[in-house]
């Protein structure tokens, strides 16, 4: 498949291009290699890598709520 260019990434993987350059300096996708015009060009890979940091972010705040109503449980169990 042909690389993407970072609006095309973008677009395809529903981020704003802030988020997309906020992935690429904390290091969770790869840096892109450079057409021979200075444009950056993702594989296709990194859609999946995408997919799989937002999946995982989802899991983390679903994992926070319930253990932040756990603890509201315990709370209210523990004191009456």
Known sequence: MTPYLRSELAKEAQLNMET???YEKK???PLPQ???GGYRL???ETL???AFIRNANTLRRFHRSHACADDLNYAAG???
Do not use: K, T, V
Request: proline letters at 6%; glycine letters at 16%.
């Open 78 to 80: 523990a004191g009456g």
């Open 48 to 50: 999946l890598r995408i």
């Open 27 to 29: 290091g969770l996708i």
């Open 42 to 44: 993702y594989p296709e």
């Open 34 to 36: 450079r057409s021979a």
């Open 20 to 22: 997309l350059r906020f």
